[in-house]
């Protein structure tokens, strides 16, 4: 069982920056690809980013391909989405996600068996 901690939402305006947080307690970090969606009002919930257990690979939706990097840091049991050149359409609940059973990068909500919270981000146009 692990527990996932979302942090760091809130409001910005159009072309800011914010960085999400989001830190895990429970089994190692390490054996948990990790994994970032958003859901906006009255839409389905969609696939961010996701980053490999050791950190070495990475994925990104094509919508934020360029603008937000996804990071982790095992040791601190924390995995990290820096999000830039913000624009309205990224306004959403944010989710970290882990993914324990086997497997590499995956975008399918379906195939990550620990979900946070949530934070909200809104930017303002």
């Known amino acids: 069982q692990v527990q996932l901690v979302e942090s760091g939402g809130g409001l910005v305006q159009a072309g800011g920056s914010l960085r999400l947080s989001c830190g895990a307690s429970?089994?190692?970090?390490?054996?948990?690809?990790m994994g970032w969606f958003r859901q906006a009002l009255g839409k389905e919930r969609e696939f961010v980013a996701a980053?490999?257990?050791?950190?070495?690979?990475?994925y990104y939706a094509d919508s934020v391909k360029g603008r937000f990097n996804i990071s982790r840091d095992n040791a601190k049991k924390t995995v990290y989405l820096q999000m830039n050149s913000l624009k309205a359409e990224d306004t959403a609940v944010y989710y970290c996600?882990?993914?324990?059973?086997?497997?590499?990068?995956?975008?399918?909500?379906?195939?990550?068996?620990?979900w946070g919270q949530g934070t909200q981000v809104t930017v303002s146009s």
């Open positions: 996600a882990a993914r324990w059973r086997p497997g590499g990068i995956t975008t399918a909500a379906e195939l990550y068996d620990y």
């Open positions: 429970g089994r190692t970090f390490s054996t948990y690809a």
């Open positions: 980053i490999s257990r050791a950190g070495g690979s990475a």
